[in-house]
């Protein structure tokens, strides 16, 4: 291993031992301050945490353009469902599997984590006197999963530089030079209840219907694999299961599924009340229908898993954002006919995948939709829909949608602020130095690359327009999911392109 990227995955392993959710970055931030302040490096932070470190020019650079070196503090805190890992205080274990990093049962938020360590260890070789470089800002900023509202919260003058290099590519080897932009919607379905006696209800039990064994993955990256969506396939089955049970037999509860805006869901879950007598017939008809989506989704999620199993605890736990909430399920109702109707309705309906591929770009996704969030509580049940579209017409096109389906359903949507897309310049002077600083460095070009994600540099690149970016990184697997790893030979590579880059400006 080079010794540089032993040094970063050291300072990454540290980061790793602070809680880091989204919209939980306080002790990271402070410690990011102190790290500073140890080493002597100019260091500030605004409101809302964002933190910037100023680091001095080497000699010899004094009079070399400013470079932001930029990346995000939060991570997506996933796990699998046997892991008992509590995110909001155990330190996130890395586990080393020959070429790659991966945690244990849990996503290693290697996005973007990856980034601050970087940065970090290349302000290190600079006031060791190893590497020669401009002057640096090292800008860290909070909450970019949920919203990028972090990057949309900077003040005007935080930072000076008018280079950008973001590193929160996940792609050795490309380049970056545009992103979609996005808006969430969040839905509110009003709930009805009916009383229902398990105790006088001859014959019946308490169920939990699941689904397992998914992808998952990026709603940015991966929603062009079309991989499957759990919320909408628990949907789906509990819908054909109407058909095929008589409602007397069968009621529904509970409706779970999803963690956050930015993952494909990967898991949901129902609770129902189902009549015993019923359910060797329930068991095989889901058989037969696991058959089906095994079948159907045989090349992107071949594992996919449906149970059902008689419980008696009406205890549940749900993870959301890192958060552990607890929740009892109701002993003494189950869901109004009305409100399973419209429930199962919405789910079905709202869009959920690639909606438009680019006109321009050759097999870029233009527009699409997650569903991302089913959550049900004591009088309405939560959806969150998550949009993005590197044209913002179609952005607002593909909300209209979502607006139109939950309408139809009784519900209501909010529709957040949402963030804008970066428009490419292929004829930018920091793109061009980087293709030949890439290609000079490994004798061979770089893919130059539009995305389907969101990236703070849109965010950035409205507040400044006058500001030239890209965005990099080394190479990470299945970010956003408990499967999230990155490849460690890639992180020289960035390393030695970084350095190379920067030695340019002299």
């Known amino acids: 291993m080079h010794p540089k990227t032993r040094q970063i995955l050291e300072i990454f392993e540290e980061i790793n031992k602070i809680p880091r959710c989204s919209k939980h970055e306080e002790k990271l931030a402070r410690w990011l301050q102190e790290w500073a302040a140890a080493r002597g490096f100019e260091v500030k932070n605004d409101a809302i945490n964002n933190v910037l470190i100023k680091v001095p020019a080497t000699p010899g650079y004094e009079s070399s353009p400013g470079i932001v070196l930029q990346g995000h503090m939060d991570m997506v805190c996933e796990k699998s469902k046997d892991s008992r890992h509590d995110f909001s205080r155990d330190p996130i274990r890395c586990v080393y599997d020959g070429d790659w990093l991966r945690g244990d049962g849990t996503s290693i938020g290697a996005d973007n984590g990856i ?14 006197g190893e590497i020669g470089h401009p002057p640096l800002e090292l800008l860290f900023t909070v909450d970019e999963e949920t919203g ?32 979609a932009g996005g808006q969430n919607s969040r839905v509110t379905l009003p709930v009805e209840w009916e009383p229902f006696d398990y105790g006088k209800k001859d014959g019946f039990g308490l169920f939990r219907l699941s689904i397992e064994g998914l992808e998952g993955g990026h709603s940015g990256v991966e929603i062009h694999r079309q991989r499957a969506n759990g ?18 037999n069968l009621r529904l ?29 329930t068991e095989a008809f889901i058989a037969e229908f696991q058959q089906t989506l095994r079948e159907e989704y045989a090349e992107s999620d071949p594992e996919i898993t449906l149970e059902l199993k008689e419980v008696e605890n009406r205890v549940i736990f749900e993870t959301a954002g890192g958060k552990v909430t607890r929740k009892e399920l109701p002993a003494d109702r189950v869901f109004s006919a009305g409100t399973e109707e419209r429930l199962l309705g919405v789910l079905l309906g709202l869009p959920h995948g690639v909606h438009r591929l680019s006109d321009t770009i050759p097999g870029l996704v233009e527009t699409s939709n997650n569903l991302a969030v089913v959550r049900t509580g004591e009088n309405e049940i939560k959806i969150l829909s998550s949009q993005r579209s590197s044209v913002m017409s179609r952005l607002a096109e593909i909300t209209g949608k979502v607006e139109t389906v939950v309408k139809l359903a009784g519900a209501k949507a909010e529709h957040e602020y949402g963030y ?49 970016m890209i965005s990099f990184g080394p190479t990470i697997k299945d970010p956003h999911t408990p499967a999230e790893r990155i490849f460690i030979p890639s992180i020289e590579k960035v390393w030695v392109f970084l350095e190379k880059l920067l030695k340019s400006y002299r």
């Open 231 to 248: 919320i909408q396939l628990l949907a789906r089955l509990l819908a054909s299961l109407n058909e095929k049970i008589e409602k007397e």
């Open 115 to 128: 980034a601050l360590a970087i940065g970090m260890a290349l302000a290190e070789a600079g006031k060791m």
């Open 148 to 179: 990028l509202t972090g990057a949309s919260g900077l003040d005007e003058g935080f930072f000076e530089g008018r280079i950008l290099l973001n590193l929160d590519s996940e792609d050795e080897g490309e380049f970056i030079v545009g992103c």
């Open 420 to 468: 804008p897309a970066w428009e490419p310049d292929l004829g930018s002077g920091l793109l061009m130095k980087c293709r030949q600083t890439y290609a000079g460095a490994f004798g061979k070009e770089p893919k130059i690359r539009v995305v389907h994600a969101g990236l703070e540099c849109g965010v950035i690149g409205s507040k400044c327009e006058c500001i030239e």
């Open 253 to 281: 509860v509970f409706f779970s599924g999803g963690s956050v805006h930015n993952a494909i869901p990967n898991y949901a879950e129902a609770f129902l009340a189902l009549r015993r007598s019923k359910k060797e017939e």
